[in-house]
């Protein structure tokens, strides 16, 4: 069974530009989660969807960070413009019921 | 609010160790508490689950408790081995919110 995977693995931009990220779940799942880890801190959650309805992004800096997950399939998250603090890995996870979820490799991004 | 602590933040021991990571958490309505492994620059990979009823799971040299009462686990790695070196997460799966809420992380260092 394939895994949750994202792409890009790595990106490196200016501070004030604009990137997006992709996540494509394990079929069947319902959930889906995008995570913001920075360096030496354990994730924090940014949004969950549930098929592509929005269940929590409460966390999420909404004046710069958008996601999306049109067909309740694939999901993206933008960021725009970026900040330096905003450098961290951002790691895709989904879930078939909620009580256990799985994640992708994560992207780790760099702000300069 | 839940609150989960990882002690300690990093560890170094000789191959062939027997060591205990530490994890606590400060709300005990939880549905589960699960052990990642994280390598760097790359994603999580789960180890144990234990779900709120049961007090450990063991997986090859792997062994995690939970005192939920308490609000405490532990994961009991035997016969470490330098392949081992990684950084380990702790999460709980809130029962209030459904949230997954991550301790900061112990990083291993295990020396041939």
């Known amino acids: 069974e394939a895994g949750v995977a994202q792409s890009p693995r790595y990106k490196i931009i200016e501070k004030r530009q604009s990137v997006a990220f992709w996540c494509n779940p394990i079929s069947g799942h319902a959930t889906l989660y995008w995570y913001q880890q920075i360096l030496g801190q354990g994730p924090k959650l940014l949004i969950q969807f549930q098929n592509n309805g929005v269940v929590d992004d409460s966390q999420l800096p909404k004046d710069r960070f958008s996601a999306e997950r049109l067909k309740g399939v694939d999901s993206t998250l933008k960021i725009q413009p970026a900040k330096l603090e905003d450098s961290a890995v951002y790691l895709c996870?989904?879930?078939?019921?909620?009580?256990?979820?799985?994640f992708g490799p994560g992207t780790r991004l760099t702000v300069l | 609010k839940q609150e989960v602590t990882q002690i300690p933040a990093a560890l170094s021991v000789p191959e062939g160790e027997n060591l205990v990571l530490n994890c606590s958490f400060t709300?005990?309505?939880?549905?589960?508490l699960q052990w990642f492994r994280q390598d760097p620059g790359k994603g999580l990979t789960s180890l144990l689950l234990i779900q709120s009823s049961q007090r450990e799971q063991t997986s090859g040299r792997l062994n995690a408790s939970l005192d939920k009462s308490s609000g405490r686990s532990t994961l009991y790695i035997a016969a470490s081995q330098p392949g081992d070196s990684a950084t380990y997460l702790c999460a709980v799966l809130s029962s209030n919110t459904g949230k997954l809420i991550f301790g900061q992380g112990t990083t291993l260092q295990v020396k041939p």
């Open positions: 996870a989904s879930s078939l019921d909620g009580r256990k979820q799985f």
């Open positions: 709300d005990s309505a939880i549905y589960n």
